[in-house]
């Protein structure tokens, strides 16, 4: 599967934005998909993720109550809004995915990656 993540930008802080990620290949519904972020001088993270039967969701802590992920089998498209932003959601942020068994919060796990759309929040 090909992943295209897109929808960053520049906000203040408390702004929002909603991040997509595009995918096309092999069938989309059989893959769990997660958002990953990597800020600056700082180690790749987990961020959110969505089963592959879309009835499952997760989080980190850190973006609890403020991230939404969702997908549209039907459009193979994954989301994340992201609201209530904070100058430590400064990042880039990928969509991922693996199939399979295995923990969706281990980063190791996410075989397809995208490549990354920037998210810049301002103070």
């Known amino acids: 599967v090909q992943l295209q993540a897109s929808g960053g930008g520049l906000v203040q802080a408390g702004g929002s934005l909603r991040l997509s990620c595009a995918a096309s290949?092999?069938?989309?519904?059989?893959?769990?998909i997660g958002w990953l972020r990597q800020a600056p001088g700082k180690e790749r993270e987990f961020v959110a993720a969505?089963?592959?039967?879309?009835?499952?969701?997760f989080y980190a802590d850190s973006v609890k109550g403020r991230f939404t992920i969702s997908r549209d089998n039907a459009k193979n498209t994954v989301y994340l809004q992201v609201n209530s932003l904070k100058p430590e959601d400064t990042a880039v942020y990928y969509c991922?995915?693996?199939?399979?068994?295995?923990?969706?919060?281990?980063?190791?796990?996410?075989?397809?990656w995208g490549q990354g759309t920037q998210v810049t929040v301002s103070s």
């Open positions: 290949g092999r069938t989309f519904s059989d893959y769990h």
């Open positions: 991922a995915a693996f199939t399979g068994t295995g923990s969706i919060y281990d980063i190791s796990r996410y075989r397809y």
């Open positions: 969505i089963g592959w039967r879309s009835s499952m969701t």
